[in-house]
């Protein structure tokens, strides 16, 4: 009962949390700004890594579509990873390293919440082959999706390692 109720708690802080992240992006193009025009904005009032501005905020969105895409991959490119395998390894390589260790620590804490494979497939309905299918689709259509929004900062020098 513990381990479901911190599963759920933590389902709904990422929700909240990405969700915010993204509603923000998407106010901002519904009043006519673009990525680039966001970005600009940002550097012009040198509040490109200030918690809150938007360029931040696409940057952590970024990293969520970049841990699930790994996450994915992990899952799919090993024979019988369990869920907490292939997300802590995905979230090693995307995220931790630019976390606090209190934010690590937390992550890591609640790989143990994780569901088994199976149990997630029960949870989502899917079949090994469905969930598959989805997957692949997922990291087709993300990998160019992170690409761009990488080369939105590379171009105007702005680091990736943040």
Request: glycine letters at 6%; proline letters at 2%.
């Amino acid at each position: 009962m513990a381990s479901k109720l911190r599963s759920q708690e933590a389902h709904s802080w990422k929700k909240l949390e990405y969700g915010a992240k993204v509603g923000g992006l998407k106010g901002a193009i519904k009043t006519g700004l673009t990525l680039n025009r966001i970005i600009d904005h940002d550097i012009k009032q040198g509040t490109v890594r200030t918690q809150g501005s938007l360029t931040r905020q696409l940057r952590r969105v970024r990293q969520g579509i970049d841990l699930i895409s790994t996450l994915f991959k992990n899952f799919l490119n090993s024979d019988v990873p369990s869920l907490k395998e292939a997300a802590s390894s995905a979230y090693a390589k995307t995220c931790a390293p630019y976390h606090t260790w209190a934010v690590r620590t937390a992550a890591s804490a609640g790989m143990y919440a994780l569901p088994t494979r199976e149990q997630l497939l029960v949870k989502l309905n899917e079949t090994h082959e469905s969930a598959e299918r989805e997957m692949r689709r997922f990291i087709k259509a993300s990998d160019p999706i992170i690409e761009y929004i990488d080369k939105l900062y590379t171009v105007r020098n702005i680091s990736l390692d943040w």
